[in-house]
Every structure is written in C-alpha cells, then in structure tokens.
C-alpha cells in the first residue's frame, strides 16, 4: 500500500559529504513523521534522525551537528544532508514513515520501512 524508495548512498571519503532521499507513495493520505534509521554488522538498528510533519527535529547525538534531515511534504519525500562523514557513519540507512493511508482514520497511522541504502566511509 505503502512503498519507501531510498536513493543518494554510495562510497565517500572521510569528511566527504552525501545526500540521501527517500520517497513515500502508494496510498496517502497523510504523511506524519519521517525519519532515517541506520544499522551497522552486528549492532542494533538506531535513530538518526527525524522531523515531524511541521519541521520539528530530533537528531541522535553522534550526528547531531554534521547531519540535517529535511523534507518536502508536497513530494512526501524526506532528505538527510550528511556531511563531515567518519568511517562510524558506516551502515545501512533505513528511511521510515508514518503513515494514515487513504480512506483510513486520521489516527490510524502505520510505519513503513525503505529497504535501506548503504553508505560506506573510508578512511
């Protein structure tokens, strides 16, 4: 009903810069939170970030000051600016949305996953 599509990961350099986006579409409704998640081998999924449908954000400490999460409401679309990128940032990034689908009650919302994008920082 729901498809999460990443897109802008790759190989970089330390203290290189990527842009990741992810776009939600299928049956919306309405799009509520969005957020990027990441996993590195052998540890558990975590927060990166996220931003609320009216622009507020929360960033995980390890990120906060070199990455900027944004978003187009219109696209459903949200975006992670990465920059100053250290070889820990290694992982696959997950986008996740919350979602009320279409025809469905307004607090009815339902989280999607993007099936990841991978972002590899060399040293």
């Known amino acids: 009903q729901v498809q999460l599509v990443e897109s802008g990961g790759g190989l970089v350099q330390a203290g290189g810069s990527l842009r990741l986006s992810c776009a939600a579409s299928?049956?919306?409704?309405?799009?509520?939170?969005m957020g990027w998640y990441r996993q590195a081998p052998g540890n558990q999924r975590e927060l990166v970030a996220v931003?609320?449908?009216?622009?507020?954000?929360n960033y995980a400490d390890s990120v906060n000051g070199r990455f900027t999460i944004s978003r187009d409401n219109a696209k459903n679309t949200v975006y992670l600016q990465m920059n100053s990128l250290k070889p820990e940032d290694t992982a696959v990034y997950y986008c996740?949305?919350?979602?009320?689908?279409?025809?469905?009650?307004?607090?009815?919302?339902?989280?999607?996953w993007g099936r990841g994008t991978q972002v590899t920082v060399s040293s």
């Open positions: 996740n949305a919350d979602v009320v689908l279409r025809g469905w009650p307004s607090y009815a919302s339902q989280k999607y």
């Open positions: 931003i609320s449908s009216g622009g507020n954000t």
């Open positions: 299928g049956s919306i409704f309405r799009v509520n939170a």
